[in-house]
């Protein structure tokens, strides 16, 4: 199936087929925000958020996580296990902000009882919409047993993220994983962990695309920072 080539391009990433299971993923030095009305090219942005994502998979490799990371290939490159992608973002919340605010109200940062997890639909043009697990299934997108799994690991990953920046005093408040499932149908974390994908901060200060989205200065900047406290973990 497949064999060797070009498989997708998307707002930040080329995917290339390189054997049967395993493909190589580019970062570009794209930003997007606003379902990708808003759109920048950042230098080292790639190589930055490759890295970053290659050290945190392979943490939550090491702890038992079944992620899609293979090796880092630098400077902006990661070979992946080839997975076929479910359609949906996988957010968890520790804190509220972003559009858990704008839909149910509270203060940025205020934290949630527990953490939550939400499911949106992977589609610009409907501006990736809310779904509960009843639409997964009615709709096709994935049975409800799959949906548990999704969400159990999901818990799990965040947590095991969220007690690694707590070792270097900084705060995750939320963040945004996509799964896939393998040749054998194992569900598996895929796509990107990066100062893109979740909202991290320090004593206020945010050191994450929000930086992008507000227009609060040259986000690059705080991505060094965290790739600093990443490379903590050796690959
Ligand atoms: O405020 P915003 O509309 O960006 O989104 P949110 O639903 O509050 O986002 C929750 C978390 O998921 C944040 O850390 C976002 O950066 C991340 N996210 C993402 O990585 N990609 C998306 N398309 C949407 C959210």
Redesign the pocket.
């Known amino acids: 199936m497949g064999g060797v080539g070009f498989l997708y391009e998307g707002k930040t990433k080329i995917v290339e087929a390189i054997d049967d299971d395993s493909v190589i993923l580019t970062f570009k030095d794209d930003i997007t925000?606003g379902d990708g009305a808003k759109h920048d090219v950042m230098q080292k942005k790639g190589q930055m958020c490759s890295e970053i994502t290659s050290r945190l998979m392979h943490y939550l490799n090491t702890k038992g996580v079944y992620t899609m990371f293979m090796n880092y290939v630098p400077p902006n490159k990661i070979r992946a296990r080839k997975l076929k992608m479910i359609p949906l973002?996988v957010?968890v919340?520790f804190k509220k902000?972003?559009?858990?605010v704008?839909r149910y109200g509270g203060q940025e940062g205020e934290d949630l009882q527990s953490p939550l997890v939400e499911f949106?639909y992977k589609s610009d043009v409907m501006h990736?919409p809310l779904m509960c697990i009843e639409h997964l299934e009615v709709l096709g997108i994935v049975d409800r047993n799959t949906a548990l799994k999704v969400i159990e690991s999901a818990k799990e990953s965040a947590k095991l993220l969220k007690e690694f920046f707590e070792i270097h005093n900084f705060e995750l408040?939320?963040?945004?994983f996509e799964y896939g499932t393998d040749s054998e149908g194992n569900i598996c974390l895929g796509d990107e962990i990066s100062p893109?994908?979740?909202?991290l901060r320090k004593a206020g200060e945010i050191f994450?695309?929000d930086i992008y989205?507000r227009d609060l200065g040259n986000p690059m900047e705080k991505y060094e920072v965290v790739l600093g406290v990443c490379q903590s973990i050796l690959l």
Do not use: L, Q, V
Request: net charge positive; charged share 50%.
């Open positions: 925000a973002e957010i919340r902000a972003g559009s858990f704008r949106t990736d408040w939320d963040i945004k893109d994908t979740m909202r994450d695309k989205r």
